[in-house]
């Protein structure tokens, strides 16, 4: 659905070209929720911006279902821009008009007809949770409440794609929920594809099936979230699935350990994450198994769960349960320190 190549976008600054993005590629799938992750300044909004047309690349090409919208007319752009929705940090709202006038406001410059738009907001104002707010004016609604707003408004027109710009960043915890939940909800039965950039990994897990990470306008890992968050590679990514999952030996642990012993990680997927591999292991085999750190963690519908243990033994019987666990469709690994 969404292609982007080969993308570069140079800014001129007083400080000199700045490499908003430089070599950039990823493709969403209809259906995806695709997180884009990254500290400020990694070139996440630029990223969004063209896929919307708001900025055009220096070079690459950015298509929305096969066409390639930097080769667009206004004319046509704007047409394509219809099947776009955006959700914003700080909501974009009209905040002396009401929640009805807000979400209201493009169908009327659609050119919908007045009972249209009626039955449409209070569609909308049902699906979103706020069909006793419709009269209200958005001044004296929650941030959580603006948010539900911004994201009516974002889908009134049917949109195929709804793009995400920090849609949580300024709410706290609780919201974020059920904000995500929201949005989870409009791809699931909407049948919306879904576009977001955040800084927080936290999002990345609950909602995302996919997830790219930027730093410095690259991309630097990319892939499904439940591949990425079990074996990150680049340090930047460690260091965003450490901010959800804390898969290190504790410090206290790491004293009194014998490194003449090997340390395994094993991760589970999915029903893997139930089996009782160390009971097994213990029956079956002439080893000691220390456990140093044990997760079990929801990334969206899938459970990754992670164990990390020290293995006392002779030798040749370490090697067998090391055969033994990759058989039984779970990932090893022996850790380095």
Do not use: W
């Not at 259906?31 to 990223?47: E, H, M, N, P």
């Not at 707003?149 to 793009?163: C, S």
């Amino acid at each position: 659905m969404i292609q982007i190549q080969n993308v570069k976008k140079v800014f001129n600054t007083k400080t000199g070209m700045v490499y908003a993005l430089n070599d950039v590629s990823l493709s969403v799938e209809q259906g995806d929720i695709f997180g884009v992750i990254g500290y400020s300044g990694a070139g996440k909004s630029t990223l969004l911006r063209l896929v919307n047309g708001l900025e055009k690349p220096d070079s690459g090409s950015v298509k929305i279902d096969g066409k390639d919208i930097t080769k667009l007319s206004r004319k046509d752009l704007n047409l394509m821009r219809k099947d776009i929705g955006m959700v914003f940090q700080q909501f974009n709202l009209l905040e002396s008009q009401t929640v009805y006038q807000n979400i209201a406001l493009p169908l009327i410059m659609s050119g919908m007809k007045k009972k249209e738009i009626q039955k449409r907001v209070e569609e909308l104002l049902a699906f979103v949770g706020l069909d006793k707010k419709s009269g209200v004016y958005v001044s004296q609604l929650s941030g959580g409440q603006k948010q539900r707003v911004g994201i009516a408004r974002a889908i009134a027109t049917n949109p195929k794609i709804l793009l995400c710009d920090e849609a949580t960043s300024a709410l706290d915890p609780k919201t974020t929920e059920a904000v995500l939940q929201l949005l989870k909800k409009i791809n699931t039965e909407l049948k919306i594809t879904i576009l977001l950039i955040t800084h927080e990994m936290n999002v990345i897990s609950k909602i995302c099936n996919k997830v790219a990470v930027m730093k410095e306008g690259e991309i630097c890992e990319q892939g499904e979230t439940v591949s990425v968050f079990s074996k990150p590679v680049q340090d930047i990514t460690k260091a965003f699935v450490n901010t959800v999952i804390n898969n290190s030996i504790p410090c206290t642990l790491l004293k009194d350990l014998s490194y003449q012993d090997p340390i395994i990680r094993i991760t589970f997927f999915g029903e893997n994450s139930k089996q009782s591999l160390i009971s097994r292991i213990n029956k079956q085999f002439e080893v000691e198994t220390t456990i140093l750190f044990a997760s079990v963690n929801e990334l969206g519908e899938t459970i990754l769960g992670i164990l990390i243990l020290q293995l006392e033994g002779e030798n040749e019987e370490i090697i067998k349960v090391e055969n033994y666990i990759r058989g039984q469709n779970v990932g090893i690994e022996r850790m380095a320190f």
